[in-house]
């Protein structure tokens, strides 16, 4: 009795952990100024915690955990970050990234080792994943509920309004609801009946608060990950073809929906208030003679794609869903940036520091996709050992799939989903790798 219960409370802590880490972590980066400063505090405190617990689990399993090459490409990935601190113009600042990124990586090794051969325990960890995407997701219900203002995102001429919940932004905590998706559908399939209550409405509440966000990369993950679940759970092909059709034409009900709201008429005054208004940076130099500070004249942000100085910009640019929102321009910029030292980059943790926005219609210190910021950081080399980590899960997954029972195949093919979504999600944001961003 004194054994299961101990062994009850040890997951049951680390479960907690874990469901209290999510939302912590998106509050670093949230809409509620009051609690960005503890928030970002605590989140440190939380992932030790996490990576203590799961330790504890597993070194109680004990045993020596089996030698794979899936474990050994994930140690490689983590070795080559480590070890770019020989090339990294800032090294301290590269050791210290990639130290809590192998700290992220031992606490994953750690719950693997501890939830191998066990889907109990996969299921329980699972669970805690979930828990803490929904109250990520009814954290924003409330907000929205008490404070308009931070919970929406306010219409503009490009924009309209967007939901964003407790999230900095709408693509912010839409990024975590996303990868919760399919996990929502894995606890729809098992459970008592009232658990699978409850996981239906978690997962109409997510798709909506996504469809509300505008939010087309959380959109497509969301989909791309539930379109792996299905495909994974159903085993007949007709009904699979069937259920993927089903999947499709929700998505495409979700793209018509978020493309119903308008951004503001031409002249119409927004409250939005710019997240920076001010010039890049003071030059430190006192311009002479007849020069000047040139930063003052057209900011270094707004350089490629504003029009001629003098001439007036009289396009109306609206966001549509397939245009780029200046991201195609920013992606091409940091390809010039990459083949300057393409082989093993500028250093792990260094992505914000090479990459300069310089472009109008592009907002942020990074380029806003994870496989062009990898290889900014640490070339070619991390982008290939990143592919053949993901290769080798898909790999090592593939062989045992088939000898799983149906239950633990429902909670496989669930954070299978999650993963598949995750790597879309790659695609358009900057997350991956940065400890200490909420998606991480």
């Excluded at 499709?248 to 710019?274: D, E, H, Q, W, Y």
């Excluded at 000898?403 to 358009?428: E, H, N, P, S, Y």
Aim: proline letters at 6%; one cysteine or more; aromatic letters at 8%.
């Amino acid at each position: 009795m004194t054994d299961a219960f101990r062994r009850f409370t040890l997951e049951r802590a680390v479960q907690a952990t874990m469901a209290a880490t999510i939302p912590v972590f998106v509050l670093a980066a949230g809409s509620i100024l009051s609690w960005l400063g503890p928030a970002r505090f605590l989140r440190w405190p939380l992932l030790l915690v996490l990576a203590a617990l799961s330790v504890a689990l597993a070194l109680r399993r004990g045993g020596r955990p089996p030698t794979s090459a899936f474990a050994i490409g994930v140690a490689g990935f983590a070795v080559l970050a480590l070890v770019s601190v020989l090339w990294s113009p800032k090294p301290l600042l590269s050791g210290a990234h990639a130290a809590l990124f192998a700290l992220v990586l031992a606490t994953c090794g750690a719950l693997a080792w501890a939830a191998w051969g066990r889907p109990d325990v996969v299921a329980l960890v699972v669970d805690g994943v979930l828990l803490g995407v929904a109250l990520v997701a009814v954290g924003g219900l409330v907000l929205l509920a008490v404070d308009y203002d931070r919970a929406v995102m306010p219409a503009t001429t490009e924009f309209p309004a967007r939901y964003q919940g407790i999230g900095g932004g709408p693509n912010t905590a839409t990024m975590v609801m996303a990868l919760g998706v399919p996990l929502a559908a894995q606890r729809l399939l098992r459970g008592r009946r009232w658990w699978r209550v409850a996981a239906g409405a978690l997962l109409v509440l997510l798709l909506g608060s996504i469809v509300a966000s505008g939010s087309r990369g959380a959109l497509l993950a969301a989909f791309a990950g539930l379109a792996v679940f299905v495909a994974l759970t159903v085993r007949a092909p007709r009904r699979k073809a069937l259920a993927l059709g089903g999947v499709a034409a929700a998505l495409l009900v979700a793209i018509a929906v978020m493309r119903a709201p308008s951004p503001l008429p031409p002249g119409t005054p927004s409250t939005f208030v710019p997240p920076f208004a001010g010039h890049s940076a003071e030059s430190p130099f006192e311009p002479k003679g007849d020069f000047v500070d040139a930063n003052f004249v057209l900011r270094l942000e707004d350089d490629v794609g504003h029009p001629g100085l003098g001439v007036a910009d009289t396009r109306r640019r609206t966001r549509t869903l397939l245009n780029s929102s200046g991201r195609s321009q920013a992606w091409t910029g940091t390809v010039g940036l990459i083949s300057e030292r393409p082989i093993a980059g500028y250093g792990f943790g260094l992505e914000d520091k090479v990459f300069v926005d310089r472009y109008i219609s592009f907002n942020s210190a990074v380029p806003e996709n994870s496989y062009l910021g990898l290889s900014l950081q640490l070339g070619v080399l991390g982008l290939i050992a990143l592919v053949t980590v993901f290769v080798l899960l898909v790999v090592t997954v593939a062989k045992a799939f088939p000898q799983l029972d149906d239950r633990a195949r429902v909670v496989v093919a669930g954070c299978g989903g999650a993963v598949a979504a995750g790597l879309v999600l790659g695609g358009f944001q900057s997350f991956l790798y940065a400890v200490g961003n909420n998606a991480t």
